[in-house]
């Protein structure tokens, strides 16, 4: 059963420290989402890839974060330096574009003390 | 992408329908309708999405009024592990483009009682 990988799946670190969260999509997905998931705001869209460019990118914070794909098999949601407002449940999600489903990882759950 | 409105909150009991409902009157003739669900701590599930048409699997059925300004999901036999948040969305249907953007609202939260 295919399925969006996300690591770590809990990160604690303290203010002013560098994030980076990993995801491996489905094999065969060409689009790549970030998502950030908080009480107040829901889920929100942060970034995201289509062939490994960037469509979309403005729902992110562009002075601090950072997303990429260094290959098809792996997409990278980096923060620096983090703040305790980054503490939230970070997604990320694949699929084929178009109309297709999103796939969604099982996040991971980032706390900045 | 049009908006859509939920209610925040619905119950049922195990082992019957739940029918969540939801409004997009401002939905374009090129969107569709889609529904996720998210069950706490994982990360959001697809379950159905159509046009125009009803739409069934085996999660769900996907009712779609006529004018399309409205829809109802519909979980045929809810049980407890259907206590999830219900998102209803409208999205553009644009295969060979770039809009690919799911946008999330607060969605209903549906529990299911024993």
């Known amino acids: 059963d295919a399925r969006v990988t996300q690591t770590p799946r809990h990160k604690v670190t303290e203010m002013g420290q560098e994030v980076t969260m990993r995801c491996q999509p489905i094999l065969g997905h060409n689009t790549v989402f970030w998502y950030r998931q908080t009480m107040m705001q829901g889920l929100e869209l942060l970034a995201y890839?289509?062939?490994?460019?960037?469509?979309?990118d403005s729902g992110m914070p562009k002075d601090r974060f950072s997303a990429e794909m260094p290959d098809a098999t792996l997409a990278t949601l980096k923060i620096q330096p983090s703040e305790p407002r980054d503490s939230a449940v970070y997604f990320c999600?694949?699929?084929?574009?178009?109309?297709?489903?999103?796939?969604f990882g099982p996040g991971t759950r980032l706390t900045v003390l | 992408d049009a908006k859509t409105t939920q209610p925040p909150s619905m119950d049922c009991a195990e082992g019957r329908a739940a029918n969540l409902p939801c409004n997009h009157s401002t939905i374009s003739g090129n969107e569709y309708v889609y529904w996720y669900r998210q069950i706490h701590s994982q990360g959001p599930q697809y379950i159905i999405h159509?046009?125009?048409n009803n739409e069934t699997n085996e999660m769900a059925s996907l009712i779609i009024t006529e004018d399309r300004k409205s829809s109802t999901l519909i979980l045929p036999h809810a049980t407890l592990r259907d206590t999830a948040v219900y998102y209803c969305?409208?999205?553009?249907?644009?295969?060979?483009?770039?809009?690919?953007?799911?946008?999330f609202g607060k969605g209903t939260l549906l529990t299911v009682n024993p």
């Open positions: 999600a694949s699929g084929r574009g178009g109309t297709d489903t999103q796939y």
């Open positions: 159509g046009l125009k």
């Open positions: 969305i409208v999205r553009v249907a644009n295969s060979g483009g770039s809009n690919y953007k799911l946008t």
């Open positions: 890839f289509r062939n490994r460019a960037p469509l979309d």
